[in-house]
């Protein structure tokens, strides 16, 4: 008999902490091994939180993080749970007020750029369902891909969206992306026909959110998804001018159930 017929609430995972949420200190990477060969990386930090017990900061530190709908999928109007949750619907999806986990990075002083935002869904007994995978482009276009990761959190899908200039929509992401406890360990490889040209990583570890941590992660990584937009753009201006030609980008239609960003 699950919860739901049991009438019992539904089974949490109960982040630590005065805020009730994580942050990971990450190590970001990114591997191209073709047509040129490139690599980099860079650190900064991300939030792991509850979509329905998001961290209620005191406001002298409010302007450090700020998790807003419009900064995600679906409607700026609503909530963020909410929007999920019409996603979610929309691909026949109910998790019956089971919990979801995001990892992202917050708005931290009016700006925010989230290249990978992750949510891990749960039906109300805590099972695993799905996985979200929603990924912004620099272009201001966002496209959620529904993954089903099986035990050891690996998943694959058709690539549907454009992110890198350098690479037509084609192809397959192959994912791993188990649920993080107190390590993060996040791998996106992107295969074509003849080779896998792209991957990246990110790793991490998690400490509790709080005053000090956050203060501390705000002093090591200023400004720091600001300087993720920054960073990713420098990255493709030097490709550019090593010659790497820039791929069409295609209409990138609605996703049923969100609207455009």
């Known amino acids: 008999m699950s919860t739901a017929e049991r009438g ?3 089974v949490r995972e109960r982040l630590p902490g005065p805020w009730g949420a994580a ?5 970001i990477a990114h591997v191209r091994t073709s047509p040129l060969r490139h690599a980099f990386t860079h650190r900064s930090y991300l939030w792991l939180v509850d979509l329905d017990r ?19 999928l679906g409607e700026p109007s609503l909530g963020l749970r909410q ?3 019409r996603y979610l619907a929309a691909q026949g999806v109910d998790l019956d007020g089971g919990q979801v986990l995001m990892l992202a990075h917050a708005r931290s002083l009016g700006h925010v750029f989230n290249p990978l935002t992750l949510y891990w869904c749960r039906d109300r007994d805590g099972a695993p369902v799905c996985t979200v995978a929603e990924v912004c482009n620099t272009y201001g276009e966002r496209h959620c891909y529904l993954l089903r990761p099986g035990p050891d959190g690996r998943a694959d899908t058709a690539k549907e969206f454009y992110v890198s200039p350098f690479f037509p929509v084609d192809g397959r992401y192959r994912m791993a992306v188990p649920a993080p406890g107190p390590r993060l360990r ?5 295969e074509r026909a003849g080779g896998r040209p792209f991957t990246a990583t990110v790793q991490g570890s998690r400490r509790t959110a709080g005053p000090r941590g956050l203060l501390l992660a705000a002093v090591r990584h200023p400004l720091s998804t600001l ?3 920054v960073h990713i753009r420098i990255q493709g201006i030097g490709l550019y001018l090593r ?16 609207s455009a960003p």
Request: proline residues 17%; charged residues 20%; hydrophobic residues 35%.
């Open 83 to 85: 929007n999920l949750d």
């Open 54 to 72: 998001l961290p209620r900061l005191p406001a002298p530190l409010r302007p450090l993080a700020r998790f807003e709908a419009r900064d995600h």
């Open 227 to 229: 300087a993720v937009s």
């Open 186 to 190: 996040l791998t996106m490889h992107l």
């Open 243 to 258: 010659g790497l030609p820039v791929q069409p980008r295609p209409h990138h239609p609605h996703q049923e159930g969100v």
């Open 23 to 27: 942050l990971y200190d990450c190590r």
């Open 8 to 10: 019992t609430a539904p």
